[in-house]
């Protein structure tokens, strides 16, 4: 058997029929290519097709993207380092969202996820943008809306 990342199974079973995203989530969304996913297995197009699955979504691409895309900073042990801000990669990335205008910075990755929500945290631009594992936003575009 062949070994995928969930986003290339949960693409796969979308374009099958045998998975449907039944909510809408209207909002701007911006992907950060994970150095790992990316650049190390060449997976770019299945997560996109995943946001762009999403009623309601408009997916924005940042200016550096899939294999020109920056490392979060959580690569090389720096998730364990004490980095100041001002020099975290993170906060480059955090900086190109919110200068699209995106709503959400949607990655797949846990690395990722931290360092970006620390540097999201770190500039106080968590009342402009929010960072969500795309599993996360696919279930957050699945709930009912009440």
Request: charged share 25%; glycine share 10%; hydrophobic share 40%.
């Amino acid at each position: 058997f062949e070994a995928v990342h969930y986003t290339e199974l949960l693409g796969d079973l979308l374009k099958e029929g045998k998975l449907s995203i039944p909510g809408e989530l209207a909002k701007k969304v911006a992907f950060h290519d994970p150095c790992y996913l990316g650049r190390h297995n060449e997976v770019y197009d299945a997560p996109r097709e995943l946001l762009q699955a999403v009623p309601g979504a408009e997916l924005l691409e940042l200016g550096r993207t899939k294999n020109k895309s920056l490392c979060c900073g959580g690569g090389g042990g720096r998730v364990w380092a004490e980095v100041p801000f001002g020099e975290r990669f993170g906060e480059l990335r955090i900086t190109d969202a919110v200068d699209k205008k995106a709503d959400i910075l949607v990655t797949a990755c846990p690395y990722c996820i931290t360092m970006l929500d620390d540097a999201c945290s770190g500039l106080e631009k968590g009342d402009v943008l929010e960072v969500m594992e795309l599993s996360e936003f696919l279930c957050a575009a699945s709930q009912p809306k009440v």
